[in-house]
């Protein structure tokens, strides 16, 4: 599917990871909660942070809506100029499937295979977890509907082609299924200025802060939430929002 002029969309493939990792790495590279989660920026190792995000990339996809963006008439017509990962919805009681439970399994084994390898390049462990019970707590609070969000786990463009209506171009190839199937997505931002406005041009509101503290010193995030738009909207007006995720 085509983005604005020559902007095309499409599922990540092998080949593309190189490219996907260059964007995340410099599209993060001054992120707060990557400055956070990477205190000591002397030990910041970017070959083991390649490596863990190749193994995070092929997890994806197998087993979560994957898109890079690219320009046609670029003289790169193959350099990955955006990304992202969605995971898709869970309605609540849906049990892990025996293949997901494998995925899983294999994602954790290779993470503690790198980890052995390469040691943990940096990474705060101690705030590693503080930011994944503070998520926790967030989407136990937040993922209310019993249908599952769509939830939009990575989300990049290269610093030099920002402005360009690339993200909002990544952003509809799984929005526009949200709306034909009427059910929620879901993000969490590390900026407010100016994510969250780019955000709510794409449909999103925010719902929550999520302070990650780590004895003062306080990393935030930013839940977003945004409603199914189109007639499938109006199928579900009244509905009771209840439940949790699975």
């Known amino acids: 599917m085509a983005g604005p002029s020559s902007i095309c969309i499409s599922q990540i493939t092998e080949s593309d990871i190189p490219g996907a990792i260059t964007a995340i790495q410099q599209a993060f590279a001054d992120d ?9 920026r002397s030990k910041l190792d970017l070959t083991r942070n390649s490596i863990s995000l190749g193994i995070r990339c092929r997890w994806g996809m197998r087993n979560a809506l994957f898109y890079v963006a690219k320009d046609s008439s670029a003289e790169e017509k193959d350099k990955v100029l955006g990304v992202a990962m969605w995971m898709p919805p869970k309605p609540t009681g849906t049990k892990e499937s025996w293949d997901e439970w494998l995925e899983g399994w294999k994602l954790w084994a290779k993470q503690v295979g790198m980890n052995l390898w390469y040691g943990r390049g940096g990474l705060n462990v101690k705030r590693y977890w503080i930011w994944k019970q503070k998520q926790a707590e967030a989407q136990s609070e937040i993922w209310t509907d019993p249908h599952g969000y769509y939830f939009l786990n990575i989300m990049v463009v290269l610093p030099g082609e920002q402005g360009k209506g690339i993200g909002k171009a990544l952003a509809r190839e799984v929005t526009k299924r949200a709306d034909e ?55 579900r007006q009244g509905e009771p929002r209840e439940g949790t995720r699975a």
Do not use: A
């Open 32 to 40: 707060p909660y990557n400055l956070w989660l990477y205190k000591d």
């Open 181 to 235: 199937e009427g059910k929620r997505c879901y993000l969490e931002s590390s900026r407010d200025v100016p994510n969250m406005k780019i955000y709510e041009t794409m449909g999103f509101h925010f719902v929550k802060q999520m302070d990650c503290d780590d004895d003062g010193d306080i990393c935030r995030l930013y839940c977003m939430v945004r409603e199914p738009q189109g007639e499938r909207q109006g199928e």
